[in-house]
């Protein structure tokens, strides 16, 4: 089989991925009057990143024990408002933390 | 006006360094699959600074290192990243009647979860150069955490590398708890979204469905259905 350009993939990519971000914003002008649709698309962010982050989360860890008290501790950090980074490291440290913990058990 | 531009852009950068220090480390771990699929560093920093698609990106390389047809990798890019488009139109009902289609296309393609998730909270239209100066300082972190990762890849214990990986699934969380505190509604949509989305990682055929998908899948249904049952009360001032 012919081995193809790998340039050209990831031109492809690029043109194919950004085609969906600008399709939407650049036939959406003005604003929605539908409500159903702005409640709609008002939910959309919220679940799309809570579906990516359960249960992926606790199966990026070594042991899905360090991995469910990263997201509970980050659950809590980001409730009372810490930015994103802090929350960010808060779970790195706990992961690692517990990755190690789990290495002993 | 000019004080104005200022204050974006530093504000813009200020909330794009957490995001820019998240990204290197999740893009590092990128790197390393990457140069798996034969991606020099240098193509990998230009292939991961202009799709800046975590998910997709991650497609992109499995298939190259596959050697699969161009439509397979298209095909693929359209559908773990049609939550760019959920969210590019989310994005237009934040953006100022009048701003130029430059400006429109030009913050569509700053789109990425994070980069969207504080465009979309800030007060009132975004303005672009707040989404520009985020989408950049990020950006520059998220291409060369990929190429280091190619370049260093293998060089790191499996510890530390999976305890980075984290690092991204905090940020998400970060996004969403302070919305979901202020909002009863979104927090029961969160909650919706955590349990179905674990039981469709663990019931049978459910699972082979891969996570991108899942997340196109659930986004659609949770979103349409907490629409339906909690739509938003009406406004008129231009704020999602």
Not at chain 2, 95 to 101: A, D, I, N, R, V
Not at chain 2, 111 to 131: Q, V
Not at chain 2, 201 to 206: E, Q, R
């Amino acid at each position: 089989m012919e081995k193809h350009d790998i340039v050209l993939y990831i031109l492809l990519a690029i043109i194919a991925t950004n085609l969906i971000r600008v399709v939407p914003i650049a036939l959406i002008k003005g604003e929605i009057k539908n409500t159903f649709l702005r409640s709609f698309l008002y939910y959309v962010p919220y679940v799309t990143l809570a579906v990516m982050t359960f249960p992926d989360m606790i199966q990026a860890t070594m042991t899905p024990l360090s991995g469910i008290v990263a997201l509970s501790v980050g659950i809590i950090a980001a409730w009372y408002g810490m930015g994103l980074f802090p929350v960010a490291i808060i779970c790195c440290v706990i992961a690692y933390f517990f990755n190690g913990l789990g290495a002993f058990m | 006006m000019k004080n104005s531009l200022r204050h974006d852009i530093l504000s813009g950068t200020r909330d794009g360094i957490p995001i820019a220090m998240g990204y290197f480390a999740v893009a590092f771990s990128l790197g390393i699959i990457a140069k798996k699929a034969g991606l020099t560093a240098l193509i990998g920093f230009i292939s991961s600074f202009f799709t800046r698609a975590s998910a997709g990106e991650y497609g992109v390389y499995t298939l190259v290192a596959v050697n699969a047809t161009y439509v397979e990798l298209i095909a693929m890019c359209l559908v773990v990243n049609l939550r760019y488009m959920l969210m590019s139109a989310a994005l237009s009902q934040k953006l100022s009647p009048t701003l130029s289609w430059f400006h429109r296309i030009m913050m569509a393609c700053c789109i990425t979860d994070e980069i969207f998730g504080i465009s979309i909270n800030h007060k009132g239209y975004t303005p672009p150069a707040y989404t520009y100066s985020a989408a950049l300082i990020s950006g520059i972190f998220w291409a060369s955490g990929c190429a280091a990762g190619i370049i260093a890849g293998g060089m790191l214990p499996t510890s530390i590398v999976s305890a980075l990986s984290v690092a991204l699934y905090g940020m998400f969380l970060a996004i969403i708890m302070p919305m979901a505190r202020n909002d009863r509604d979104v927090l029961y949509a969160i909650i919706a979204s955590f349990v179905m989305s674990g039981v469709f990682a663990i019931t049978p055929v459910l699972s082979d469905i891969n996570s991108g998908t899942r997340t196109i899948i659930l986004t659609i249904v949770i979103s349409a259905v907490a629409a339906w049952l909690k739509p938003l009360p009406l406004n008129n001032d231009g704020e999602a």
